[in-house]
C-alpha cells in the first residue's frame, strides 16, 4: 500500500501543501475553522502519518542539539562530552545527552525523542550499521556529526582517531622493549562492527606483518567485559604466554590491571603492558600505564564547531572524515623482554 504524502493531503483538501504544513505545526492564525476541519478529516481518511522529520526541519532554532553516546562508560566519551557541552554552551547553546548503551534500538529511539523536541542537530556516536535513519536526516540536509564511528554507506562529517596508528604506535613500543609475543585483548567487535574495535584489531594484524612476527590467532583475545578474566586465564597459560599484551580500550586496561592484582601478576616484570585511551587510572596505578592518548577533548571541540557550523549552514556540504593523531604517553609499564630459551 502507498504511503500517503503531504501531497496527497493537499490535494484531496483543496490546499496547498504550505496550508496543510502549518495546520500540522498548529499554526492556525489565518486559517479557518472550516479549512482546519476539512484537513483534519482527510488526514484521517487516509490515514496519514506526518514525517516528523521532514516537519521539524522547518522549525525555528531551539539552541538544542543532541548528543547520543554509544557508550557513556568510556573515557574518550566522558572526555567529548564535556568538551561539547562546554563549547556549545559558550555560543548560547543547550546539550541533551543520551546513552544509547550499545543498543541501536536504543538510539533510534532517541533519535526520533529528539527529533520530536526539534534540536538544531545532532552529533552521534552511532551503535548500528542501519543506514536508513541517517540517509532521511541527510537527505534533509539535517546537520549530522559522527563521534568515534562511522557507518558504511553514509557519508557525513565523521571524526575519529587513527586507530590503526594507535596500535602500530603501541606495537613500536613493545619491539623497541625486545618483546616478540605481544597480545591483543579487545571487546568483540560484535554484530555491527563497531569502528574502533575492527580497526584496531585491523592495525594489530598489520603490525604483526610489519615486525615480520609470525601470526597467532590465539593471541587475539576478544571477550566481552564479564568474559575477560577468564579469557586472560587461557591466554596467560599458553604454552607461550605473551610478554606484551595491548588493551585495546580502557575497559580492557582496566580488566587486565584487576586481573594482576588478583592473581599477583606484576607489571612489567611478568607481563608488559600498553593500554589505547588516556584513562585517568592508568596514571594512578603503581605503577604508571604508558598509554596512547586519543584527543578526546579536542575531538568534541571540533565536533561542536562542526555542528555549529552546519546549524547556521556556514560549513562545508563536502562530508570529510576527520583522523586525529594518537600519541603515546609513557609510563613504567613496559620493560626489556625476558631473553628467549
Known sequence: MKKQTIEDVAQKAGVSKST??????????YMSEATRKRIAEVIDEL???????????KR????TVGVIVGDINYTLSIQC???????????GNQVIICNADENPEKEVKYI?????RQVDGLIIFP????????????ENKYPLVFLDRLVEGIATQSLLLDNEMAVKTAFKEFIRH???RIALLTLPVGRYAITPRK???????????EAGQAWREDYVCSASREDMAGALEQLLSLPQPPTALLAANDIALAEILKFANTHSLSIPRDLSVIGIDDAEFATIYNPAITTIRQPAYEMGMEASKIILSGIEDTGSSVPITYRFTPSLQLGNSVQQAPISR
Open 60 to 63: 525555528n532554532r531551539t539552541n
Open 81 to 91: 562530552i564535556r568538551a561539547i557541552e562546554n563549547e556549545l554552551q559558550l555560543s
Open 199 to 209: 580497526e584496531r584489531i585491523s592495525g594489530y594484524r598489520k603490525a604483526v606483518e
Open 127 to 138: 551503535t548500528g550499521d542501519d543506514p536508513s535513519l541517517y540517509h532521511r536526516l541527510l
Open 178 to 180: 625486545g618483546h616478540e
Open 112 to 116: 526520533e525523542t529528539l527529533m520530536a
Open 20 to 29: 496543510v504544513s502549518q495546520f500540522l505545526n498548529k499554526r492556525y492564525k
Open 47 to 57: 490515514n496519514y502519518q506526518p514525517n516528523g522529520l521532514a516537519r521539524s526541519l
